[in-house]
């Protein structure tokens, strides 16, 4: 059986287990069915072009772990932000953990969707917002949609924050031989609130995992929300995320992806911009080896005038890695005096790495300033000798350069322990030791 | 110190350096000066070791030893520095965090362990103070949008911290203003002791007024045409190249 109709023919099995007579049942139902028309996308679509799924299709995927596992904090403590206090929203194999766990409903709701989709308190909130920004018809959401059941849940209030970042991880144990993930994330910031989210998967053995999650996040008028979404898994697991934005007036998301390890991820990151004066940025560093492979496909749609929009990704890629970005920016006729930035820039520093990056612009505005630029280079000779006349051996001096390169990336990243850790793994990355503290 | 012999070097088979005899010894100051063209960067570049240069005839030699199959981090742990003629912008590195990987791994290299934090940062006060530059430049990013003037002060900064063996200097003079020439020069001096030595290319007279070089050389079309002492500087200041070019050609 091919992971299609399995996924399909699990489906009754999953209802066993949910409320069936709740209305976003309704929702899941509806999903299925589109799941189940459409299946996995193939390289004969224009937007899966340079990413091939066929790979994992072949993976004999567990759907549900057969059994409940425990971690203990000290296995598993490097992988959390612990040098700060933040609050924790920890899975493991799919399953909620409360021991490594600091939920709280303190003003703000930092919790689980599982209680946001049965608990009556909840329903108001599920209603306005759960599955309202997600596609309905992008075959891989809605294979989520189908299965949400668990992830996180995130309420800000009108004017309210967290007294701390809050972080998401999803801990992957290698109990089953092989096992598919599909959290579901909602994230609603009311008027004025603000809030910081950092999200790791983490396949701890070298069982192959998939990952297909969906975030879905809402920035009501002046919110501000930063996302920092760590990417540094094992070789042999997979993942596509797909997020999705909706922001109203004046509202502020950044969203910074670290693309470091894993074997196929694939970034489905989509902005809708429903109001004016919104800032949406998208900044991203993927440093890659061996044969890994990511996909970072961004979508801005400028639906209302006066917003703007930022994109920053920078990739270096080794050995016999793969990188692709397409950025889509989509202006409407009635979003006059938007602006849209677009870089990608890329080193390739292996004959046998490959990018494919496109942007891929559709503007029907005529009062806008968009620009957009890719590069795809080797490291500047000039620039290395430079370097290496002041002593710094040409190993260190590459090294440094790709460092410098990637870094102003990280200027935007508003905690400074997020951005000395991701510092160090670029470092680590390259394989140096940099003479200074990071 | 330094011994150049019958140097000719290219790139891509078009040689640059054709032949070029220089000795340069401990406590010297040499100035080369010489037309546009004439190769008097390239000469630079060869003896810190630029890959993109083709010896092919000839050697550099430094204390006796052939520099031939030294990397360019290698000639500057045996102490050869070279301020560029171009400094190279360097985004995204701090003037600080280049030095001290510069200064550690240089350390590294002769077996020594990293210069402590506190020592790093006196040093760092004393050699900016030295050329008078603010320290809120040390934080910014190398060369970048640094002014051209900045970018030659900030090359003499790097020399002090490093203190070489042998400095070169490629038109360190160009893009400094009056009072800043004087204090790099000042700098420069202030490093010159007897045991190292100083090849300064300019094309004017001013820079050596204040270094004062012990020998003039003039390179033309990839050779040493004619070498003198300070007083060689100052006719060319009044006759310009002409006439020696008339010469070479006898
Ligand atoms: N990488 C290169 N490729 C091709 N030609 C080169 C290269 N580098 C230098 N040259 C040529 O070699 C010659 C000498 O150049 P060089 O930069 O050494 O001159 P210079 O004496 O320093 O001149 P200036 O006074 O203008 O600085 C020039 O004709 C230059 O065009
Ligand atoms: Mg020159």
Redesign the pocket.
């Known amino acids: 059986m091919d992971l299609k109709d399995k996924l399909v023919s699990s489906f009754m099995a999953f209802e066993n287990n949910v409320d069936v007579e709740h209305p976003v049942h309704d929702i899941r139902t509806e999903a299925i069915k589109n799941f189940e028309e459409k299946g996995f996308p193939s390289k004969k679509q224009e937007a899966w072009k340079y990413t091939s799924l066929k790979g994992l299709q072949k993976v004999d995927f567990s759907i549900f772990p057969k059994q409940v596992n425990t971690l203990e904090l000290k296995e598993v403590k490097k992988y959390f932000l612990h040098e700060v206090d933040t609050y924790k929203i920890v899975f493991i194999d799919g399953n909620y953990s409360p021991f490594l766990s600091e939920t709280t409903h303190d003003g703000v709701d930092i919790c689980l969707m599982s209680a946001a989709l049965t608990k009556p308190m909840y329903k108001q909130v599920i209603d306005v917002y759960f599955n309202k920004i997600a596609s309905k018809d992008e075959s891989l959401t809605t294979l989520n949609t189908a299965f949400s059941r668990e992830g996180a849940f995130i309420y800000i209030p009108k004017n309210k924050m967290p007294k701390k970042p809050i972080e998401i991880l999803h801990f992957s144990t290698g109990n089953e031989a092989s096992l598919m993930l599909q959290p579901r994330n909602l994230i609603v910031a009311e008027e004025n609130a603000e809030l910081q989210v950092i999200e790791r998967h983490q396949s701890l053995t070298s069982n192959e995992v998939l990952t297909n999650a969906v975030t879905e996040i809402f920035a009501a008028e002046n919110a501000i929300v930063d996302f920092y979404k760590v990417q540094n898994d094992a070789k042999t697991a997979s993942l596509i995320d797909n997020t999705y934005i909706n922001q109203k007036d004046k509202s502020v998301v950044k969203v910074h992806t670290f693309s470091f390890g894993g074997k196929l991820t694939r970034n489905n990151l989509n902005f809708y911009q429903n109001g004016e004066h919104i800032d949406s940025t998208m900044k991203g560093v993927t440093i890659l080896g061996d044969k890994q492979h990511v996909d970072h496909h961004t979508l801005v749609h400028h639906i209302e005038p006066n917003c703007e929009s930022h994109q920053d990704y920078k990739g270096i890629y080794g050995e016999n890695s793969t990188g692709v970005f397409n950025g889509k920016i989509i202006v409407d006729k009635i979003a006059q005096k938007t602006n849209a930035f677009q870089q990608n820039n890329n080193i390739l520093i292996s004959d046998k790495a490959s990018i494919n990056t496109k942007p891929q612009l559709e503007i029907f505005a005529d009062d806008v300033k968009c620009s957009h630029g890719c590069t795809i280079g080797q490291l500047d000779e000039d620039a290395l000798f430079y370097l290496q006349s002041r002593g710094i051996p040409n190993k260190e001096a590459r090294a440094l350069l790709m460092y410098a390169f990637a870094n102003n990336v990280l200027e935007s990243v508003r905690i400074p322990e997020l951005k000395s850790r991701i510092n160090k793994i670029i470092a680590e990355k390259l394989g140096v030791r940099l003479g200074f503290d990071l | 110190m330094l011994k150049i012999n019958n140097l000719h070097a290219g ?1 891509e088979g ?1 040689e ?1 350096l054709k032949g070029i005899d220089l000795e340069v010894n401990a406590g010297e100051v040499h100035a080369i000066m ?1 037309p ?7 000469l630079a570049a060869v003896i810190a070791g630029k890959e ?1 240069f083709e010896v092919t005839e000839g050697n550099v030699l430094l204390n006796g030893e052939d520099l031939e199959d030294a990397a360019p981090e290698e000639r500057a742990h045996k102490g050869i520095f070279l301020s560029f ?1 171009y400094p190279v912008e360097i985004p995204g590195v701090s003037v600080t965090n280049f030095m001290k990987t510069a200064i550690n791994e240089t350390r590294k290299a002769k077996g020594l362990e990293d210069m402590p934090a506190n020592e790093m940062l006196k040093l760092i006060r004393e050699k900016s103070e030295l050329l008078e530059i603010d320290r809120k430049f040390l934080s910014r990013s190398l060369n970048e949008g640094f002014s051209g003037g900045e970018k030659k002060r900030n090359e003499i900064f790097q020399m002090a911290m490093l203190e070489p063996q042998l400095a070169i200097l490629d ?1 360190t003079d160009s893009g400094l203003d009056i009072d800043a020439l004087r204090i790099v020069a000042n700098g420069v001096n202030k490093l010159k002791s007897k045991n190292n030595a100083v090849i300064v290319i300019t ?1 004017y007279q001013r820079l050596l007024e204040y270094i004062v070089p012990d020998f003039v050389h003039v ?1 033309h079309e990839g050779k040493i045409v004619k070498s003198g002492d300070k007083e060689l500087a100052h006719e060319l200041e009044d006759k310009g190249y002409d006439w020696i070019k008339q010469e070479a050609a006898v």
């Open positions: 790139v078009n640059i010489g546009n063209g004439s190769g008097k960067s390239t993109e003629q038109e094309h390179l």
